[in-house]
């Protein structure tokens, strides 16, 4: 994902401050303006949900790349933390959260 993509630490603050939840089972999107052009996305997996880094990174890895291809479609100008609350690693029905979740992005206004 590109840099002008990411959200910054000093920002993470605010967004958990002034940001709505909108809870999805598997995933807690947390979105709040940040009054610039382009959006820009984290994705946050705790050790609790998954112990081993290379696990958790695969996860973010999967869901960035599906963001990348329709960021196009969700709205502009917001901060979006997404916060993956159970594991989905190597899971039959990885691909249908993520696309559930994608779904969801896309239609917050």
């Known amino acids: 994902m590109l840099k ?13 401050k002034k940001g709505k939840r909108i809870n999805l089972g598997n995933f807690t999107i947390i979105f709040a303006s940040n009054h610039k052009i382009d959006s820009q ?5 705790s050790t609790k949900v998954e112990r081993l880094a290379t696990r958790r990174n695969w996860m973010k890895r999967q869901i960035k790349a599906r963001l990348i291809n329709c ?3 969700i709205q ?3 901060y979006y933390l997404i ?3 159970n594991s989905f690693y190597q899971s039959a029905e990885s691909e249908k959260l993520i696309e559930g ?5 896309q239609n917050i206004r």
């Open 83 to 85: 916060l993956v609350r």
């Open 41 to 45: 996305f984290s994705i946050i997996v």
């Open 4 to 16: 002008k993509y990411s959200i910054g630490k000093k920002d993470f603050a605010y967004i958990y």
């Open 101 to 105: 979740l994608l779904y969801k992005l």
């Open 76 to 78: 502009k100008g917001n």
């Open 71 to 73: 960021i196009d479609k």
